[in-house]
């Protein structure tokens, strides 16, 4: 018997922003410790493989720095003086505060900002209850999906595909722009299972030889924003030369004949010069696609990242409907399955509460909107009082000198809940501990495949940690509104609710079924049936304006960004920041492999492998610049200018450069992170934040901008 077997094992789910939301087998060493963690070998889409941050979590349960105690600062914002507080005279002020500013300016001044540090339904959505019941601000949840989720549903009409698993039983798997050994592990599970067993061939696209294209037997590099133009030369390709499907676009597409007129000038020689890639290189991508019929095209979120991304999606999403490989098994194009599961959370939420007339306020523009900006408000108040659960927006969201002013204001209070003394926690008025998953009640569903998991109770906290379910109830308790429908239930009741009104049952059963498959029958999942639009078809001419999305902002909110320059078909279109002459290079903040957004940048071992904030920048564009390898470079834009170090990298196109993981702000030498550089402007036409769309110009760090420019020019 091996040691793992030896030991208690509890079973939950991986709460973090990864559409994997792996199953998982926890060592369970006492009622308050943990050991390795473990991949679920029974669960048929985590397989048994989780990634490395992960199976050491022990390190972030256990981890010296855990915030334990309710903190109150006791001197200037941003200053570190804090003074510990009981919980109760803790939201008590919280409290206090919140009912100030109503009286002052209206409830709408009151903003609940939240996001995906779990991925709980319990301890992440419950702050809409009491969001609806104060009539505080609406939160235009925009930072991750939007770009995306806004393509895919041009095209296909709903947010579901091809079973994941299905990958394994592929004879082509193309992943793209996604880093998948770093982002989502599994994915490469079944991708790798598929060339053992079938000889698959594995294509990877994204901006830079990254780790998941190290697997790749067809590796393409293009430059950021242009993977609509590499779909659009494809296409070309396969109507050309007879690898279309014919048959199949005459039944499941609205304009085959429209798209193939438009795509008659988009040659790979077109794409070629737009993209950075050969021509050899795309008429061998689109004749190996064009050639298997079981392709398996399985699209991330990062290439969607671009004041483009929703075009681009949808794009490399067509091509799956113009061969028609939707209509095997092993074949078609998968972005997310979260459209599938359909809960009810309408408890959870209190959504029966929530008044229309109430102003939304944009997620990804949290910079300008505490900055006063007029378009940002909507009309409103400005907002004078934050309660901040489950992210770090001082760190992670764009325009970050604008997020840090706004934090800054003295008319401003915030409440952080969080694990660890985040960049958002220092620059709190209020900092509450928070439990971490292992520690309270909770239920997952996965974009990135087809289970929902129950995430139990496996360990007790350390004492002084709150759940945000907690926080939650007792504030309501406070601001008068915990008699209010939803209040007053524990986590496993909302999760009985929630199950019970899908007919899956309960806590009490999930916890012995450990989690749910809810994959669609081969007809529904492959679209077989016909296309999520009314008309059931693949929509090649997208409705820019008029297409419902999950993620559709509210009518009081309207477009967003230039729809009027939204291509009627697929295509490429100049909606990126091109690198011009003051700022010649292209940077994308990439994921880092041991981080997950800023989480695990705390544990040392993560902070060990990633070693220091770098600038992936090619041998070439170095020497023209008289860098070396490890040299201090300076990196910016109209926003700010950010040093990390150079790190000289051939796997990359030259004019365009790669930083990987949001580093604590702390980490760079200013203190000032990569997010500095990121634009908070909201991309068309259903906003989103273009983290990877940034023209920057570059220096080394120590010269002086007017003789640098001088040497360059010389040069």
Known sequence: MNQHAKLRIGHSACPH?????????????????????????????????????????????????????????????????????SWESALDLIAE?????????????????????????????????????????????????????????????????????????????????????????????????ARKERGAKIVVIDVYENATMKQADLGLVLKPGTDGALACAVMHVLFRDGMADRAYLEKYTDDPHGLEAHLQTRTPQWAADITGLLVDEIETFAHLVGTTKKTYLRL??????????????????????????????????????????????????????????????????IGPVLTGAEDALYGGPPVTALLIQNTNPVNVAPEQRLVKQGFL????????????????????DVVLPATMFLEHDDIYKGGGNQHITLGPKLIDPPEGPRSNHFVIEELGKRLGVGDRPGFGLTGQQHIDVILGKRGLGSFSSLKEEKWVDLQPDFEAAHFIEGFGHADGKFHFRADWTGQAAPNRPPKSMGLFGPVASLPEFPDHVDLIEVADEAHPFRLTTSPARNFLNSTFSETPVSRAKEGRPELLLHPDDAAAYGLADGDRVEIGNARGEVVLHARLFDGIKRGVVVAEGIWPNSAHERGEGINVLTGADAPAPYGGAAFHDNKVWLRPANAHPAVFAWRVEAR
Not at 18 to 39: F, N, Q
Request: net charge positive; hydrophobic share 35%; aromatic share 10%.
């Open 97 to 193: 505060k919140f009912i100030a500013a109503e009286e002052k300016y209206g409830s709408e001044t009151v903003w609940p900002y939240y996001y995906a540090g779990t991925m709980g339904l319990v301890q992440r959505d419950g702050i809409e209850r009491l969001r609806h019941a104060k009539k505080y601000s609406g939160f235009f949840s925009s930072i991750c999906t939007n770009l995306a989720w806004t393509g895919w549903m041009m095209g296909a009409g709903a947010l579901r595909g091809p079973d994941p698993r299905e990958m394994a039983k592929s004879d082509c798997v193309v992943i793209w722009g996604t880093n998948a050994v770093v982002t989502q592990v599994n994915v490469m599970t079944h991708a790798i299972k």
């Open 300 to 365: 991330g979120y990062g290439f969607s990242r671009q004041r483009n991304g929703s075009v681009n999606m949808h794009a490399a999403a067509s091509i799956a409907a113009v061969t028609g490989c939707w209509q095997y098994e092993g074949g078609g194009a998968f972005h997310s399955n979260s459209g599938i599961f359909k809960l009810n959370q309408e408890l959870l939420e209190g959504t029966r509460m929530r008044d229309p007339a109430i102003r939304h306020l944009d997620h990804s523009r």
């Open 409 to 428: 204001r003295d008319d401003l209070f915030s409440c952080v809940h969080e694990q660890f003394m985040t960049d958002t926690a220092k620059l709190a």
């Open 17 to 85: 922003d990864c559409p994997s939301t792996c199953a998982l087998e926890v060592e369970l060493l006492d009622d308050k410790r943990i050991g390795r963690v473990h991949g679920a070998k029974a669960n048929t889409y985590t397989s048994g493989v989780i990634c490395a941050k992960v199976a050491r979590y022990a390190d972030r349960v256990h981890h010296p720095d855990r915030l334990l105690k309710p903190l109150i600062r006791a001197g200037a914002k941003g200053e570190g003086a804090w003074k510990e507080a």
